[in-house]
């Protein structure tokens, strides 16, 4: 199992390669290339620089997070055709610059959401928060919640293009169904994941987040049955899962571990995430350190489940809590994420050896 860590560019993220390399166990940047407009290919040789400052810092790049996947492809229209082919295309690039995993989603218009972004919790440190009434009727009042509380950063799947855009898309979604929407997720498998077979990645899509309905909108990876009818779209391991355990503890109806266990034994799980949440009321959450007594998911389980099954894919501390006064992107700073790899690491350490 290799441990890693969320970057998102020198342009674009308040944490630096040099920190990273200076956070025990930690070998593996999950990199990104933030500033290509999604449905574009990412050109070979922007890829290529990524992956040598990240080499120069003594870091390695198996992990993309995320190529976002074209609102055309989700919405099943007659342009995705291009936007698959480009898909195809940044495979192929990311393949030669020996990416192994890449993450993505399929959510529609938003990709994460949080009612807040600065819930406060009793030791004085801030969280990200759900609550689900918020996120029932009236998207525009959220996004200039999220625009006005960023600290200034961009935040992955909140781009400025993409919130100009949200009237239109949702007007695209009307009478779309969780039918439609796998029906399009599975048509995009099957075009991609030839050749990812052909290349060697493995595609892992990340869980919606939370895994709960928002805004009426269809969402289809919410649950063990989803990501069941996920994997049997295309049978294959390249067609493969992030299982993202904060997400999916964000559905109620879900057990974590046991989900865990389920696709890891079935080499269905390329990529890890961890994160803990604690719930106020039937669906609403906070996030908290990854510890688990600060939350409602064990993490002592979890690993346990990981290493008892020779899991040797990757996982990353997911959303950390902001600390010490650090000003980073919501989520993202370096002080929690570098406490949680610790855990994680000591986490591991400890079942390895008392085997
Ligand atoms: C989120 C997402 O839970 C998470 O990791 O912060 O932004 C996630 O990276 C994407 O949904 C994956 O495509
Ligand atoms: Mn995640």
């Keep these: 199992m290799k441990l890693s860590f969320r970057w998102f560019g020198t342009n674009a993220d308040s944490v630096s390669l040099k920190q990273i390399r200076q956070i025990p166990g930690v070998h593996q940047v999950v990199a990104t290339l933030y500033d290509i407009p999604v449905g574009e290919t990412w050109p070979l040789s922007k890829i290529l620089n990524l992956k040598k400052e990240i080499t120069a810092a003594g870091l390695k790049m198996d992990v993309i997070e995320s190529v976002n996947v074209h609102e055309d492809i989700k919405l099943g229209l007659p342009s995705r055709a291009k936007y698959i082919k480009n898909y195809q295309e940044t495979i192929r690039n990311l393949a030669k610059a020996d990416v192994k995993v890449i993450c993505y989603n399929f959510m529609p218009i938003f990709d994460w959401t949080r009612t807040s972004l600065d819930y406060k919790l009793p030791d004085g440190s801030t969280a990200l928060a759900f609550q689900r009434e918020l996120v029932q009727e009236n998207p525009q009042e959220l996004i200039k919640k999220v625009e006005t509380n960023n600290n200034g950063f961009v935040m992955p799947g909140w781009e400025p293009e993409r919130l100009a855009k949200i009237k239109e898309l949702f007007s695209a979604y009307a009478g779309k169904t969780s039918a439609d929407l796998a029906d399009n997720l599975k048509y995009f498998l099957q075009q991609i994941i030839p050749v990812c077979e052909e290349v060697g990645i493995k595609m892992a899509i990340h869980p919606d987040d939370p895994a709960q309905d928002i805004f009426g909108l269809p969402r289809i990876c919410k649950s063990e049955n989803d990501l069941e009818r996920i994997v049997s779209m295309v049978d294959s391991p390249a067609n493969a899962l992030t299982i993202c355990c904060g997400s999916l503890a964000s559905n109620p109806q879900n057990n974590v571990p046991h989900i865990l266990e389920k696709f890891v034994r079935k080499n269905r799980v390329a990529f890890v995430h961890a994160r803990n949440i604690k719930f106020t009321s039937k669906y609403d ?71």
């Design 285 to 355: 959450f906070h996030e908290t350190s990854h510890l688990s007594e600060d939350g409602d998911l064990d993490m002592y389980k979890l690993m346990k489940i990981l290493v008892d099954n020779n899991f040797t894919g990757y996982i990353r501390p997911d959303h950390g809590r902001a600390i010490w006064d650090e000003k980073a992107m919501p989520g993202y700073g370096l002080f929690d994420r570098a406490l949680a790899e610790e855990y994680l690491y000591g986490l591991i350490e400890g079942i390895k050896k008392s085997k």
